[in-house]
C-alpha cells in the first residue's frame, strides 16, 4: 500500500536546544488533535465511507503519518543536547525517569495517548464533519506553536503544517459536498 521515501516530507529544523517547546510539541504527538489520533481516526473512518472519497481519507491519513514523523524529529532536535536538569525545568522530568529521551504517545500535559481520541460514527457526513473539526483544531494548535517560539527554522516547519491542515480541512468539505450531491442525484431519480 505504501512506499517509504527515507526523507521527510518538508525538512525539519531548529535554531536551538528548546526543551519548553519541546514539551509544547507533545500535544501533536500524542495529544487528542495531534497527528497521531488524526492518522488513525482517518485510516479507521474509511471502511465505513463510500468508494467515492475512500481515497481522501487514505491520502491524508498516510500524510498525517508522515506529520507525525516530522512532530518527532522536532521533538528529538529540541531535547538531543539538554540535560537532565533542562528536562526537569521543563516538566519532562518524569518522561526523562521512564524513558531518557524516547518519546513517548502523550499531550503536553503528559496524559498518555488514548484510543478514545479517535471518532468514528459510521455515518459519513458525520465522520467527515469530524474530520473538518479535527483539521480545524490541530490548525489552531499549530498556530499557538509558531506563536510561542522565536526560532524561525521551527517555525517554518510548523507553518508548513498548519497549511497542510487547511488543506485537509478543504479535502474534507469538497468530499462532504461529493456525498450531498450523490445523495440529491438518488432523491431526483
Given at each position: 500500500m505504501w512506499i517509504y521515501e527515507k526523507k521527510l516530507q518538508y525538512p525539519v529544523r531548529v535554531g536551538k536546544c528548546d526543551v519548553r517547546m519541546a514539551r509544547y510539541l507533545t500535544e501533536q504527538y500524542g495529544g487528542a488533535d495531534g497527528e497521531l489520533a488524526a492518522a488513525?481516526?482517518?485510516?479507521?473512518?474509511?471502511?465505513?465511507?463510500?468508494?467515492?472519497?475512500?481515497?481522501?481519507?487514505?491520502?491524508?491519513?498516510?500524510?498525517?503519518?508522515?506529520?507525525?514523523?516530522?512532530?518527532?524529529?522536532?521533538?528529538?532536535?529540541?531535547?538531543?543536547?539538554?540535560?537532565?536538569?533542562?528536562?526537569?525545568?521543563?516538566?519532562?522530568?518524569?518522561?526523562?525517569?521512564?524513558?531518557?529521551?524516547?518519546?513517548?504517545?502523550?499531550?503536553?500535559?503528559?496524559?498518555?495517548?488514548?484510543?478514545?481520541?479517535?471518532?468514528a460514527k459510521g455515518d459519513p457526513i458525520a465522520d467527515l464533519y469530524e474530520d473538518i473539526a479535527a483539521e480545524e483544531k490541530a490548525r489552531a494548535t499549530y498556530q499557538w506553536l509558531i506563536d510561542m517560539t522565536d526560532d524561525v527554522d521551527l517555525q517554518d516547519s510548523l507553518k508548513f503544517l498548519r497549511e497542510r491542515e487547511i488543506i485537509h480541512a478543504i479535502r474534507f468539505k469538497e468530499s462532504v459536498q461529493i456525498l450531498i450531491d450523490e445523495k440529491d442525484k438518488k432523491r431526483i431519480f
Open positions: 488513525l481516526r482517518y485510516m479507521n473512518q474509511r471502511y465505513a465511507i463510500p468508494d467515492k472519497v475512500i481515497g481522501v481519507l487514505t491520502d491524508i491519513s498516510t500524510e498525517e503519518f508522515a506529520h507525525l514523523e516530522m512532530i518527532a524529529t522536532m521533538i528529538y532536535k529540541l531535547t538531543k543536547d539538554a540535560s537532565v536538569e533542562e528536562l526537569e525545568a521543563a516538566g519532562l522530568g518524569p518522561n526523562y525517569a521512564q524513558r531518557d529521551h524516547a518519546l513517548f504517545y502523550q499531550n503536553s500535559a503528559g496524559v498518555p495517548w488514548t484510543a478514545s481520541y479517535i471518532q
